[in-house]
């Protein structure tokens, strides 16, 4: 149960013309998704465009996913908020409908210190005592750092199994890794440092290049994990342009543009995200091409 696996994919949120949600489509994508390659699928996270949609929005997309992947892949709900009560309704409702986790992250804007970091994760973990959390520090879009000392002490707390890591930064990684048990799971959320983290005890990745190459990103996790170095990071260069071409622009406005490119109908990003501008556009075809994706 509080093992989500290797490969997350944090899927997009597809839209229909008018705007409003495409339930159908995300049904298909989910499928999709978890037939190559995803172990489990992160529903309305930074990807998802989960500050634009509501909380209606958010929970039929929970129900809609759960039910399309049903036992095939897990499925863990983005419920946090920069409002503790916020996150603790919505982390009880996902709980409710039967979903597998949630990605937590550190709350955005309001900038708490690390005592107040603790307090907030510590107050949603005891609200869902069963219900396993996996915590997400990415201070680019929150405007603070979860340090390792205070995952640490989060660590401790029986619910809280994961993290996502999305500081770019190996050595917080480590640090972080050297002061949790070793049960305590270490995904990536850049997927151009999947490899580096593994090799510093990291478990998986949360990924967004999952939705193109889901499959090859399991095969270089498992590479690296029975002993094959040399063959992991010969897919990690391989896939490395992609990689590093879903964040031409702001995420998800690529990997939109993208799976475009591959006929897949999910629409316009909401505002204040926009459309991929052609250069972008342009330059994740000739990638799509390169990696036979077109």
Known sequence: ?????????????????????????????????????????????????????????????????????????????????????????????????????????????????????????????????????????????????????????????????AIKEATGNLDQASQVRQLTPPEFGIYSGDDSLTLPLLSVGGCGVVSVASHLVGLQIQQMIEAFCTGKPQEALKIHLQLFPLFKDLFLTTNPIPVKAALKLQGWDVGKPRLPLCEAPASVEEKLKEVLKELSLL
């Open 1 to 161: 149960m509080r093992d989500f696996g290797r490969v997350l994919t944090a899927m997009i949120t597809p839209f229909k013309a008018d705007g409003s949600v495409n339930y159908e489509v995300a049904e298909k994508l989910a499928t999709h998704l978890a037939a190559n390659g995803s172990d489990g699928i992160v529903v309305c996270g930074t990807t998802g465009e989960s500050p634009t949609l509501s909380w209606e929005e958010e929970h039929e997309l929970f129900r809609v996913v759960k039910k399309a992947v049903a036992d095939k892949a897990k499925v863990i709900a983005g419920t946090g908020s920069n409002s503790t009560k916020e996150a603790i309704e919505a982390t009880q409702k996902a709980a409710k409908i039967g979903l597998d986790g949630s990605l937590q992250v550190v709350p955005y804007y309001n900038k708490p210190p690390q005592e107040g970091l603790y307090g907030h994760f510590k107050a949603i973990a005891e609200a869902v005592p069963e219900f396993p959390l996996m915590l997400y520090n990415i201070p680019g879009r929150t405007g603070q750092n979860l340090l390792p000392e205070t995952v640490a002490k989060l660590a401790e707390i029986s619910n809280i199994v």
